[in-house]
């Protein structure tokens, strides 16, 4: 018993929230459900994120085991998690994916992005008018550290390659159309 409280530790996550009833509770869950013991909420209604979303701050204890399932947890359910124990995300981009989305596995070219970019996958797309078979497009958000956006451009570049995707790229600031 006391060398799993040696391990247990304290950590702080901050979300952003819709602005919706049930979006503080949602995102609660994934915590509880996965052993984490909630220490505080801060759940800042009165201001918005540039996003328009309500920022939330959790801290919580959890060993790291844990607290990396919760982590996932909150992305698996939807959760825009802006800092997780000193993991920040403060840069997002969003890329347009065009091929054969589904016939190249759309479930491994995730896996990989989320493996092989300095982001995680935050937020996903897919259309297909014409069905699996056909060419679909899918518009991927992912989220990354400020200084990391171009070396996670790089690695979705790499994946799109590999499955004959084309990538439509964000403008740089400052970037000619």
Known sequence: MSDRAETVRAYTVRLELVDEPGELLRALEPIANNGGNLL????????????????VEVDLEATPERFDDIVNALQDAGVNV???????YSAELTVVLIGHLVNTDLSDTLSRLRDETE?????????APKGADDVSSARV???????SVESTLSAVRVVADEKDLR???????GGEA
């Open 119 to 127: 982001g995680r996958v935050t937020d996903l797309s897919l259309s």
């Open 167 to 173: 990538v439509i790229e964000p403008l740089a600031a």
């Open 141 to 147: 958000r992912l989220a990354t550290e400020q200084g």
């Open 40 to 55: 505080s909420i801060f759940h800042e209604r009165g201001n918005v994120t540039p996003r328009g979303h309500i920022p």
């Open 82 to 88: 802006i800092q997780a124990g000193q993991e920040r």
